[in-house]
């Protein structure tokens, strides 16, 4: 079975005519667009081996996002037991 080989010029067929399309032809226009509004990240082969698939990866941050959470919050106020007027006297 023979292959087709495809030809890498850059041009138009012969069915399209220039003159139909309103503004001049650009190359990658909204390549910056959409590289920008993304939200596609791409992982290392490392840590990619690590996961099955993309919800053990989204559960696996949800946890550390969850983790952070707690042990950078604030701890909360005891009431009673060691305030100024008790030390003071």
């Known amino acids: 079975m023979k292959k087709v080989k495809h030809s890498q010029k850059d041009e ?3 069915e ?3 003159a139909d399309f309103p503004s001049p032809m650009v190359r990658g226009k909204y390549a910056k667009r959409l590289k920008e509004s993304s939200n596609i990240v791409v992982l290392t082969p490392e840590v990619a081996a690590v996961f099955p698939n993309e919800d ?3 559960n696996a941050l949800l946890s550390l ?3 952070a959470a707690k042990t950078t919050a604030r701890p909360a106020k005891r009431k009673g037991s060691n305030t100024k007027k008790q030390r003071a006297a």
């Open 12 to 14: 138009l067929r012969s």
């Open 16 to 18: 399209y005519n220039l």
């Open 56 to 58: 053990a990866v989204n």
């Open 65 to 67: 996002i969850k983790l």
